[in-house]
């Protein structure tokens, strides 16, 4: 089982970067899939969540309107669109199932920044 992110980047306020999450080693289509993000010194936080089929769904409070979550299961891919970045968006950002029960991967660093 591996997640691969990538994407990440520097970008001004008001800026936008998309995400990527290549999955491998397990039935994509069977899970629901998710994006998180994680700053030092606290836990990881919950995004958004996809279902199955791309339904976009539980968006946190502090994203919504401004990320957008799909999924394309030919390649076994999530993305995260971002908008409107904030210099709070800064963080690292994973993907993993609604339940965060596979191995993480490395991550992609987001840095929000004039």
């Known amino acids: 089982v591996q997640l691969v992110e990538s994407g990440g980047g520097l970008v001004q306020p008001g800026g936008s970067l998309r995400l990527s999450c290549v999955a491998s080693?397990?039935?994509?289509?069977?899970?629901?899939m998710s994006w998180y993000r994680q700053v030092p010194g606290k836990g990881r936080e919950l995004l958004a969540t996809?279902?199955?089929?791309?339904?976009?769904?539980d968006y946190v409070d502090s994203v919504k309107g401004r990320f957008t979550i799909s999924r394309a299961n030919v390649k076994n891919t999530v993305y995260l669109q971002m908008n409107s970045l904030k210099p709070e968006d800064t963080a690292v950002y994973y993907c993993?199932?609604?339940?965060?029960?596979?191995?993480w991967g490395q991550g992609t660093q987001v840095t929000v920044s004039s």
């Open positions: 993993n199932t609604d339940s965060g029960d596979l191995p």
């Open positions: 080693g397990f039935t994509f289509i069977s899970y629901r």
């Open positions: 996809v279902t199955r089929y791309g339904v976009a769904i």
